[in-house]
């Protein structure tokens, strides 16, 4: 009810946002998502080769939709990625960076994995799309789908993405938690529990059966950390699902609703075998870095490395002015003072550590530096007509990324393309999709300043067999199956995580402005960019002066000018609105009555995100008001 209010207050008009709350009329069916996480694409195609999995053969790769390249998110790991299937946002525009984030105002760590953290994440979802949609302005725009079933039955469980789920198991402590009470002997026994929630959920009066479920399935994860990526352990988790799925189809046959069960059956993200240990962090020390220490009083660091056990992390860093803004330009960190008070190149520093493939460094919101030892590269991402347009340059030596496929070389001209057309020219590549989820992964200021990727062998903190969190393939690339009322018995190529969402939204029925999410239908084939956006995305781009914007345009002067102008609406709405987006989070801020737009504690941390895409979206306002007058 609360957040009804708010959002009333906030909009006024926006009924939609209001009836979006309510329970609005869905159609007859339910979905239930199935995560098995951290299982390998290749070792499930194993399984299925081996006639281990019958019935998800039968269920899905002879009765349904199969993905041969699904992308997971950078960062590959758990948070992010679930957060994603159920907001249809990159880990970049939610506010859900990794595992951990640190906190840029307060100054502490936020760690999903913790009992104190867990709760937290659903908190810090941000909306960094409805935040720019000129016709909502608003960070808590979330509308996970759970949210939009409010009223109805729905279930996350051993999920710690949940926000707006009717029930949630477990209520309070981590899912990692339960690994502590003793379930951790036995890696079976996990999904096991998880299955005997499920029967008895699913057993029930018809109207108390979940609309809705996303469910956390860790025995391959477990597994695979513990025996690697493609071990027979994984398998035999796999095989203990496909016998629960058996059963659990039976049981929809009984409740009778077989023929009305969206099943979608996914990893969140892959995996692949590691065992050395790169001690990151010991390593800036020696380095005489001013690492923050565990030890809470020790105020005197600038450097804040992430702390979680997988193969990528991110790292905060200050600023001149002693806060913990995000970083403005990636050249600030090329004179980095050391405790010593002498400087030093710290992307340089930490490149040439002996472990570090890819380090990737903010410079400004939407501009990321990508650096392998002496390779530089640069990819700018810019928002035009709610889409993202990215361009990859590389800057010195050769490709970092090392993009070998057709397709993305030729995306390679320092032109801006569309998120959709990198994510069909670089799925296959080994660093997959890199240009969109590393182009978008600074946009909302949560992230760290910068993020390091290990060479494959190497793991963060502890020594695992397997584990994921990079942007290699084998982290990347995930099963996703799909079967229900109406899904076409085929077999596909390219989607991301975030295209679920679309899907999910289409089967209930639900009506949400497409500017508010980053996926796509993935049953819809992509048809290339649109000519004229792109040319637009060039020239906004390129283009400071008259005579470069009308060099560019060539004789789609007109065509162009109609689109421009359209988007100048639209960018000089969205100002308006922020203005009073940011005047309402000031009044919660100063005056204890007046409408709460923002949960108390992220007053601060709103008002810092809405300010920087104020400043951005006047930047972006007066550069089409020049392009519109040019042409
Ligand atoms: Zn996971």
């Not at 909502?136 to 707006?164: H, K, M, Q, S």
């Not at 690994?179 to 929630?197: E, M, N, P, T």
């Not at 597994?223 to 988790?237: E, L």
């Not at 059956?265 to 065992?275: E, L, P, W």
Request: hydrophobic content about 40%; glycine content about 6%; proline content about 4%.
């Amino acid at each position: 009810m609360l957040r009804i209010l708010r959002t009333f207050l906030l909009l006024g008009i926006a009924l939609t946002a209001v009836t979006a709350q309510a329970k609005t009329k869905i159609n007859d069916v339910y979905v239930i998502h199935l995560i098995l996480d951290g299982t390998n694409y290749n070792t499930m195609q194993r399984a299925i080769r081996m006639g281990k999995l019958p019935t998800v053969k039968a269920t899905f790769i002879d009765g349904g939709a199969v993905f041969t390249n699904a992308i997971s998110t950078f960062p590959s790991t758990s948070t992010s990625a679930y957060q994603s299937f159920i907001t249809g946002l990159l880990p970049g525009h939610s506010g859900i960076p990794h595992l951990q984030r640190f906190d840029r105002q307060n100054e502490e760590f936020i760690d999903y994995l913790s009992v104190k953290g867990y709760l937290k994440l659903n908190d810090d979802f941000i909306n960094l799309n409805a935040v720019q949609n000129p016709n909502v302005a608003n960070l808590d725009a979330t509308d996970t789908i759970f949210e939009l079933l409010n009223g109805y039955p729905t279930l996350a469980l051993y999920t710690t993405a949940r926000r707006g789920a009717a029930e949630s198991v477990p209520k309070r402590i981590p899912v990692r938690g339960l690994w502590a009470a003793g379930v951790s002997k036995d890696f079976l026994r996990i999904d096991q529990l998880a299955y005997d929630k499920l029967f008895k959920k699913y057993g029930r009066k018809l109207e108390d059966i979940p609309r809705y479920s996303l469910v956390g399935l860790y025995s391959s994860d477990d597994a695979g950390h513990h025996n690697g990526a493609h071990s027979d352990a994984v398998i035999t988790a796999l095989q203990q699902f496909d016998y629960f799925l058996k059963d659990f189809l039976e049981l929809l046959e009984k409740q009778g609703i077989r023929d009305k069960t969206y099943i979608i059956v996914s990893a969140d993200h892959g995996m692949h075998d590691t065992g050395k240990l790169f001690r990151f962090r010991e390593a800036l020390i020696e380095k005489n870095v001013a690492v923050k220490s565990r030890d809470p009083r020790w105020k005197d660091y600038n450097v804040v490395p992430a702390d979680r056990g997988i193969s990528s992390t991110h790292v905060y860093t200050r600023r001149p002015d002693g806060t913990f803004a995000p970083l403005p330009r990636a050249y600030e960190l090329t004179r980095f003072p050391l405790k010593d008070s002498t400087s030093v190149n710290l992307t340089n520093l930490i490149a040439n550590l002996g472990p570090t493939e890819l380090v990737i460094v903010r410079d400004g919101d939407d501009a990321t530096m990508v650096y392998n030892h002496d390779n530089t590269s640069r990819i700018e991402c810019i928002l035009l007509n709610a889409e993202q347009w990215c361009s990859y340059e590389v800057l010195s030596g050769n490709d970092p990324l090392k993009f070998t496929g057709k397709k993305a070389r030729r995306l390679m001209d320092g032109k801006p393309h569309s998120s959709q057309q990198w994510k069909h020219a670089t799925a296959e590549e080994h660093y997959t999709d890199a240009i969109v989820q590393l182009g978008t992964i600074f946009q909302d200021g949560r992230a760290g300043d910068l993020f390091i990727v290990p060479q494959d062998a190497w793991g963060l903190r502890v020594i695992k067999a397997a584990t994921h969190g990079s942007l290699i393939r084998d982290d990347m690339h995930i099963p996703m199956l799909i079967a229900g009322p109406g899904v076409p018995r085929k077999s596909f190529d390219v989607m991301r995580t975030v295209d679920i969402y679309p899907l999910v939204l289409e089967w209930f029925g639900f009506d949400i402005p497409v500017a508010n999410y980053d996926g796509v239908n993935p049953f819809e084939k992509f048809k290339g960019d649109n000519k004229l956006w792109q040319k637009l995305a060039t020239i906004e781009q390129k283009c400071s002066d008259k005579r470069c914007v009308r060099r560019h345009a060539g004789y789609r002067r007109s065509e162009l000018r109609k689109i421009a102008t359209m988007e100048l609406r639209d960018r000089r709405l969205l100002s308006a609105k922020l203005r009073e987006y940011i005047a309402g989070l000031e009044a919660q801020k100063a005056y204890k009555h007046a409408p709460q737009i923002a949960l108390p504690d992220y007053v601060d941390d709103h008002l810092a995100i809405a300010r920087m895409i104020e400043n951005k979206t006047d930047v972006r306002r007066e550069k089409m008001e020049v392009i519109v007058d040019s042409l």
